[in-house]
């Protein structure tokens, strides 16, 4: 594992010594299979790299969830984050295909300090306010992605006052 983590520590360790561990952060995905890349052991990975970020005493380290392959669909897994979770020891975050529901119950389950809503938040520029007043949310459009449109994506999902405010 030493030698395959090589890259993401030496960068890790030459950012903190430039700008302060206390300003490092780190987004690791162990578990994707984009574009069919995919480990052979994601769970010793995970912990492997909690265990090596340790030394630097970065920030936060955030992590996909095992479970995800496309928005709000969930796979059998038997991998977990736990074990990452249980061996770092700064700000533990974590991503994939969290809601309202999943994403208050991983923080307060201590499966997670923080829990990151990425494609939620593309689609949903007010969305601390929609789960506040439990409105619904839009749907975010996967083909608006990566283009390079500068108009068509990013920035033309309506806020909750744009659609008369409905509230749940």
């Not at 897994?77 to 249980?86: D, G, H, I, K």
């Not at 061996?87 to 809601?99: E, S, T, V």
Request: a negative charge.
């Amino acid at each position: 594992m030493e030698n395959r983590c090589r890259l993401t520590m030496e960068v890790v360790e030459a950012v903190a010594a430039e700008i302060g561990a206390e300003r490092v952060g780190i987004r690791l995905s162990p578990f994707g299979s984009h574009l069919d890349v995919v480990d052979s052991q994601p769970e010793q990975l995970s912990v492997y790299l909690a265990n090596a970020l340790n030394k630097y005493n970065i920030v936060y380290a955030h992590y996909l969830e095992p479970r995800v392959r496309r928005y709000m669909q969930h796979i059998k897994t038997p991998f977990s984050l736990q074990p990452a979770r249980n061996a770092f020891k700064g700000a533990f975050l974590a991503a994939g295909n969290y809601d309202r529901e999943n994403g208050n119950e991983a923080i307060k389950s201590g499966r997670a300090d923080l829990v990151v809503y990425g494609h939620l938040f593309l689609c949903n520029p007010d969305l601390p306010r929609r789960f506040s007043v439990k409105a619904p949310l839009n749907d975010y459009d996967q083909e608006t992605f990566y283009t390079q449109d500068p108009v068509i994506g990013y920035t033309d999902y309506p806020f909750l006052e744009e659609m008369g405010d409905r509230t749940g």
